[in-house]
């Protein structure tokens, strides 16, 4: 089989020789210099260089065009290029999911609109662009979010319809093409309390094989303004896995990893976002750890058509965490952490990643474990242990 993978996320995070035999099959990876670089220099695969002079899809519909290839499958496993995945596969009628199955799981809009009509409920919602005419809606606090976003990058929360009004109207919000008048590209949707759960997992052919719950300490938002994150998994219940699966169902997602986040108020779930792709930070190691089942590969061979039986049994003696310290905030190119001996000893810890004083700081928002000051992943009889490990890291270490 002949497989071109838009490669964007490091190797080392998807390790795509455990999905994907690469002596069976024809194997073409398309990326930037440095993604390129992260792949094994044994590995036996053909590079293209991208020279990001226009649209993936684009300049990769070319390529192929160029090298007059014939691919059987198109991969993509970034959030960020699963519509050009798309648009190359329609291009060369390919198959697999097409540019108008992705903008369900891409397009917030599109994708609540889809959920809402599968009778789950969903937080207030519209159109930036239409935000004046229907601002009476959102009688509390509203959330502006990208349509496309991730990582909660240009998420704001005002403390009420009028104070969004008033940002846009005095070009105050912060965002450059919003305080430029573009208001295409954002959405506004009501803010709604309550615990955020996410749930990771995978889907063949329509039908839930792994399911993982696990609620936030901390969220993403607050990780996006320098406050540390973390997640611990939960007991999964018959209710959450049909709560699940509508979502899922709703926005024809078929085959592959999913990512869902949910708010619990009170009795209630009200739908957040999903994803047709692995979970980012740790999720996939956390997952791997109460399953045994490494995502990634066991969703390259769903795409393959080599997926085996996956269990859905979870750890029932032992729960995992992960958690990422933020350093894109500070204002220095190092860090110093105080306060994390005593934790890093324990032996509730998998896996400790700590920048030294002497490593340098991204600046971008990331929770990649070996950029940020930061990270570990954690264990414990119960979910509460293992929250409650967390919450004394997150409220005894410092990083300055």
């Known amino acids: ?29 398309v ?26 899809s684009d300049e990769v519909i070319r390529l192929i065009e160029l090298h007059g290839k014939k691919f059987d499958l198109v991969v993509s496993l970034s959030e960020y290029e699963l519509l050009d995945a798309a648009l190359i596969r329609d291009h060369f009628s390919i198959s697999g999911p097409g540019y108008v199955d992705v903008l369900k799981v891409r397009d917030k809009l599109v994708m609540k609109a889809c959920v809402e009509k599968a009778g789950l409920v969903v937080p207030a919602n519209c159109a930036l ?38 940002a846009l109207n005095g070009s105050s919000t912060g965002i450059p093409p919003l305080d430029a008048g573009d208001y295409e590209g954002f959405e506004v949707e009501a803010f709604v309390s309550g ?59 078929r085959n592959g990893c999913f990512h869902v986040e949910a708010i ?11 994803a047709n792709r ?18 990634p590969s066991a969703e390259l061979k769903v795409y393959l058509g080599e997926a085996q039986h996956l269990y859905n049994q979870p750890s029932v003696t032992t729960r995992f965490g992960w958690f990422v310290f ?9 860090c110093r952490i105080e306060g994390s001996d005593t934790f890093r000893a ?42 409650n490990f967390m919450a004394g890291i997150f409220n005894n270490v410092t990083v300055a």
């Open 195 to 253: 615990d955020i759960l996410h749930f990771d997992g995978l889907m063949v052919e329509g039908e839930i094989k792994l399911l993982v719950s696990s609620q936030y300490l901390g969220n993403c938002l607050k990780y996006a303004e320098g406050e540390p994150l973390g997640s611990y998994q939960i007991e999964t219940t018959a209710a959450i896995e049909r709560w699940v699966n509508t979502a899922l169902s709703a926005t024809a997602v």
């Open 31 to 56: 990326g930037s210099e440095a993604a390129l670089a992260t792949i094994p220099e044994s590995l036996r695969c053909v590079r293209w260089l991208r020279n990001e002079a226009s649209s993936l």
């Open 129 to 166: 662009t239409a935000f004046e005419l229907l601002s009476n809606g959102f009688p509390g606090k509203v959330v502006l979010k990208p349509i496309d976003g991730a990582s909660s990058e240009n998420v704001l929360i005002f403390p009420s319809a009028n104070a969004l009004a008033e």
């Open 346 to 387: 324990s032996e509730q810890v998998v896996r400790w990643n700590q920048l030294s004083p002497q490593q340098t700081l991204a600046k971008n928002i990331t929770y990649q474990a070996h950029e940020v000051p930061l990270a570990g992943l954690v264990r414990g009889d119960t979910s509460h242990a293992v929250r």
């Open 264 to 274: 619990r108020e009170g009795n209630t779930m009200v739908f957040l976002e999903l």
């Open 326 to 334: 933020p350093g894109h905030q500070l204002r220095g190119e190092r």
């Open 1 to 29: 089989m002949k497989i071109l993978v838009l490669h964007r996320i490091p190797y080392h995070k998807i390790e795509y020789h455990r999905g994907i035999d690469h002596l069976q099959h024809e194997v073409y990876y």
């Open 278 to 295: 692995v979970g980012g930070a740790d999720v996939c190691a956390a997952v791997e750890l109460a399953t045994g089942v490494h995502l």
